[in-house]
Every structure is written in structure tokens, then in C-alpha cells.
């Protein structure tokens, strides 16, 4: 079975980093993510990030300019690989369309945030770019 590519995005603006509240699992609602999805087949990994920030922030998708990798591939199982991307918005304001809410942290509460864990593995590459 192939792996499974799930995108996220470092969205920053100025000093700060968008991060977002799950509703769901279960076990993961109410911790903070760096928003974004997987990748449907023919996508690829930018287009799938800018769409899927898109649709979960409500933004046009011609907004979300997707830029460089962000540190390094995180395994979720054997099958999920997680990727992150830095992001910068080009226009529009994001709202929660699939969060519980959305928050611009810097880097000074980075340590505060009670982030899902596979998310953790970006903390040192977020602070040093905020």
C-alpha cells in the first residue's frame, strides 16, 4: 500500500504562526495543529495544501502562497507520512471552517501551545523561523 501524504501549513505572518483547534478525534479535540490534509491522487503537495487551506481557513485558494518544506518527514503509522510547508497568505482573513478555533501564537508560546503530537516534531524549526 503506497504511503499516504498528509500536508500541513506553517502559516506565518510577521512574528507570528496560525495554529489551529481539532474538533476531531476524539482523542486529539481541543489540542492545536498546523492546519492542512492529505494528498489526493494527482495532486501535488503544494496544490494540496493551498486547497486544503482554502477550504478549512476560507480562503480562495489563489491566496495561500505555499513556500519551502519545513523540517523534517514525521511517520504517523506505517502507512501516513506528515509534511509541513511554510505558508504566507497573500490575502483574506482565516476563519475556523474545521476547527473548533484558530489562534496567531509567536515563538515565545510555542512551549505553551497544547499541540497534537506529531506536530511537536516542528517545534525547534517554528521557533527559529519566528
Same mark, same amino acid.
Given at each position: 500500500? %503506497?504511503?499516504?501524504?498528509?500536508?500541513?501549513?506553517?502559516?506565518?505572518?510577521?512574528?507570528?504562526?496560525?495554529?489551529?483547534?481539532?474538533?476531531?478525534?476524539?482523542?486529539?479535540?481541543?489540542?492545536?495543529?498546523? %492546519?492542512?490534509?492529505?494528498?489526493?491522487?494527482?495532486?501535488?503537495? %503544494?496544490?494540496?495544501? !493551498?486547497?486544503?487551506?482554502?477550504?478549512?481557513?476560507?480562503?480562495?485558494?489563489?491566496?495561500?502562497?505555499?513556500?519551502?518544506?519545513?523540517?523534517?518527514?514525521?511517520?504517523?503509522?506505517?502507512?501516513?507520512?506528515?509534511?509541513?510547508?511554510?505558508?504566507?497568505?497573500?490575502?483574506?482573513?482565516?476563519?475556523?471552517?474545521?476547527?473548533? !478555533?484558530?489562534?496567531?501564537?509567536?515563538? !515565545?508560546?510555542?512551549?505553551?501551545?497544547?499541540?497534537?503530537?506529531?506536530?511537536?516534531?516542528?517545534?525547534?524549526?517554528?521557533?527559529?523561523?519566528?
Amino acid at each position: 500500500m %503506497p504511503t499516504q501524504i498528509v500536508v500541513a501549513g506553517a502559516v506565518i505572518r510577521g512574528s507570528a504562526l496560525l495554529v489551529a483547534q481539532r474538533v476531531r478525534p476524539p482523542e486529539l479535540a481541543g489540542r492545536w495543529e498546523l %492546519p492542512g490534509g492529505k494528498v489526493a491522487p494527482g495532486e501535488t503537495e %503544494p496544490q494540496a495544501l !493551498a486547497r486544503e487551506l482554502a477550504e478549512e481557513l476560507g480562503l480562495d485558494v489563489a491566496d495561500v502562497v505555499v513556500g519551502d518544506r519545513l523540517g523534517d518527514d514525521i511517520s504517523l503509522n506505517g502507512s501516513t507520512t506528515l509534511r509541513a510547508y511554510l505558508v504566507r497568505l497573500a490575502g483574506g482573513e482565516p476563519h475556523p471552517h474545521d476547527h473548533r !478555533a484558530l489562534r496567531w501564537v509567536t515563538a !515565545a508560546e510555542l512551549a505553551e501551545v497544547d499541540w497534537v503530537p506529531a506536530d511537536r516534531g516542528w517545534l525547534t524549526d517554528l521557533a527559529s523561523i519566528l
